[in-house]
């Protein structure tokens, strides 16, 4: 019971955590249209360290991510009327900006099977830097670990396809052939496992 | 209560990134059916957005180069440096042409157009023809298309892909920003000084765009992109976002 509570109480702390620190980025944006580059500042130095390990993850060539991450960011600083608060929060915002530039970077620069072909065989790609240590320790590792477990909870048939579409950046039809399962199928685990985050993500995300 | 299930699907497989070019179309349609108000769809967007930005932080940050910060931030500044100068440059080459009310003459409309080259940019016209031409079901394809990319101030590439002497084409987008509350982008054909209407849009919550132009293109010269009410315009009544020369015969 009073291990029931103390969850409790984590995740209702979490979940305040989470809406302030929605809130402030939502300033940030407000600022940011205001002209403020302190703002921008912030911004930056909350979401860069992720936004580059997505990227890195995407186009696995860290110059590459770089030119991408300043490319979202540069489009925040020239539109921030964009963001809607309506369609989900700014990190949310963010993070699809520097998902779609990555994964559009890799659909244009060669086949998606030789990226992965290659990446496969030349692993690890992207050098370990002594300084991403201090970047994981300053970040945010509640929702670290609970994105990651619920990752994990997804029956596996789920996750392959999520993390093939997300991080290697494949499309529905490429994993359907990858894989060789109907698209159907493809499509229907990628709903459930959607679902299933969903979930799991409601008392963390915000 | 309307029925979601298949914008569900559609929505969270965008969300991913992994959604083929017909499946984006067919979003479109189904969205564009539930209406700019629907509350389950943007709820939905909403939800499925922060499943996958929050899949970003399931990977261990990395650390950022000292440097990148302060290198974006003098690129922000060059940026804007440009805007206002081209927005000075406008001024000066629009004068006084707005009429009261704020609607734009259409000599004010076509002027920027005047200034517009064609260009094709590679990569923006790979991607497009490769959009274009995926279809399994053949209803996408284009014989032999033509893919012309959008100049304009707005943020975000656009090209079109058609095929000279036929109706129809396609107009692809990605990086494309949400055009204001209570409006679209309408798409309108030009020929001479005369704009046709064509579809108004919006883009993916991702900024990506992949719809079809029904119509016939001959005798066009010009294809123009404008921010317009949701109800969509007969005539423009604002300046171009972006414009395309084509030559459709």
């Known amino acids: ?99 779609h530039r990555a994964v559009d970077a890799v659909r244009r620069e060669e086949t998606q099977r030789r990226r992965v072909e290659d990446a496969r065989a030349s692993d690890p790609i992207v050098v370990d830097d002594p300084a991403d240590e201090v970047a994981r320790e300053v970040d945010v590792p509640h929702e670290r670990r609970a994105i990651r477990a619920a990752l994990d909870e997804l029956p596996a048939e789920q996750r392959q396809v999520i993390e093939l579409m997300y991080f290697d950046g494949l499309s529905q039809s490429t994993i359907s052939e ?17 679902r299933r985050l969903r979930a799991s993500m409601a008392g963390v995300e915000r | 209560m309307r029925e979601h299930a298949r914008i ?44 996958a930005g929050g899949l970003a932080l399931a990977l261990d940050p990395v650390a950022v180069r000292s ?49 517009v080259a064609a260009a094709l940019v590679l990569f923006v016209g790979g991607w497009a023809i490769g959009a274009a031409t995926s279809g399994d079901d053949g209803t996408t394809a284009l014989e032999d298309p033509t893919v012309v990319a959008f100049q304009g101030d707005a943020e975000g590439s656009l090209a079109v892909a058609y095929t000279p002497g036929e109706p129809g084409a396609y107009l692809l987008g990605s990086g494309l920003s949400t055009p ?52 969509c315009s007969t005539m423009p009544t604002t300046t171009p976002v972006f414009v395309a020369e084509i030559q459709t015969v």
């Not at chain 1, 620190?21 to 130095?45: K, M, T, W």
């Not at chain 1, 199928?185 to 990628?190: A, G, L, N, Y």
């Not at chain 2, 083929?20 to 909403?46: F, K, V, W």
Request: proline share 5%; with cysteine; aromatic share 6%.
């Open chain 1, 178 to 194: 990858r894989l060789g399962l109907p698209l159907g199928t493809v499509k229907s685990r990628t709903l459930l496992g959607m």
């Open chain 2, 67 to 115: 440097e990148l910060l302060e290198e974006t931030v003098a690129r922000l500044h060059g940026a804007s440096d440009v805007e206002d100068r081209a927005v000075e440059d406008r001024a000066v080459e629009g004068g006084a042409a707005d009429e009261p009310g704020g609607r734009r003459s259409r000599g004010s409309f076509l002027r920027p157009l005047v200034a």
């Open chain 1, 1 to 99: 019971m009073l291990v029931a509570e103390s969850h409790a109480h984590t995740n209702r702390d979490a979940g305040v955590a989470v809406e302030l620190s929605g809130a402030r980025d939502r300033e940030l944006v407000h600022r940011i249209g205001r002209g403020d580059d302190e703002a921008f500042r912030d911004l930056f130095g909350r979401y860069a360290p992720s936004a580059l390990a997505l990227a890195r993850r995407i186009v696995r060539q860290p110059f590459l991510a770089e030119e991408i991450v300043q490319e979202a960011y540069l489009a925040v600083w020239r539109n921030p009327s964009a963001y809607d608060q309506r369609r989900g929060s700014v990190r949310a915002w963010l993070m699809g900006m520097v998902h």
């Open chain 2, 180 to 231: 204001p509350a209570g409006s679209v982008y309408q798409a309108w054909m030009i020929s001479g000084e005369v704009p046709t209407p064509g579809p108004c849009f919006v883009p993916s919550s991702d900024g990506s765009l992949f719809t079809f132009v029904d119509g016939e293109l001959a005798g066009a010269d010009v294809m123009a992109v404008t921010v317009e009410p949701a109800a």
């Open chain 2, 8 to 51: 569900e699907e559609l929505i969270a497989i965008r969300s991913l990134g992994g959604l083929d070019p017909q499946d984006q179309a067919s979003l479109t349609e189904e969205m564009a059916s539930h209406g700019p108000d629907c509350a389950e769809c943007l709820r939905l967007e909403a939800d499925y957005a922060e499943v």
